[in-house]
């Protein structure tokens, strides 16, 4: 009788310490992921009204090289960063300078790399990537 007492003063130990642990457990869990309401200081700041001038979020855009009006439309020579970026990356950066240029201009956007056209967005036909000739599509291959 004594023997079967111990063995349930035991497990009743062993359970009030593994609840204990996970309640410091789930504690400092909380604690550690919890948010931080304040601000750093040390965050980007970017110019102001950067979102609505395309002059100015071209000019801060790490993948493009040069942009310049070409009577209504707007040629973007972007870098092989935005070359190597995924499709849909591509098409919202297109996509992006098109709504903020044609909001002043009735032209399209013409993204180029290295002279080559390498896609455009246009009123008629939205965003529209360059196709590559089969003499591009053997050489990527290789």
């Known amino acids: 009788m004594k023997k079967r007492r111990r063995d349930s003063v035991g497990i009743a130990v062993m359970f009030r310490w593994t609840v204990l642990a996970i309640i410091v457990s789930a504690t400092l869990f909380a604690y550690g992921c919890g948010t931080d309401s304040q601000q750093t200081s040390n965050v980007a700041k970017y110019p102001t009204g950067i979102s609505e001038d395309v ?48 909001s002043n201009h009735s032209g399209g956007v013409i993204v180029q790399h290295d002279g080559s056209k390498v ?24």
């Open 119 to 142: 896609a455009s967005w246009t009123s008629e036909h939205g965003y529209m990537p360059a196709s590559k000739s089969k003499k591009d599509e053997s050489h990527s291959a290789s």
């Open 55 to 102: 002059e100015q979020q071209l000019k801060y855009d790490a993948r493009v090289d040069s942009f310049e009006p070409d009577g209504e439309n707007l040629v973007v020579n972007v870098n092989d960063a935005w070359l190597n970026s995924p499709p849909g990356m591509q098409e919202r950066a297109a996509g992006q300078w098109y709504s903020l240029w044609h």
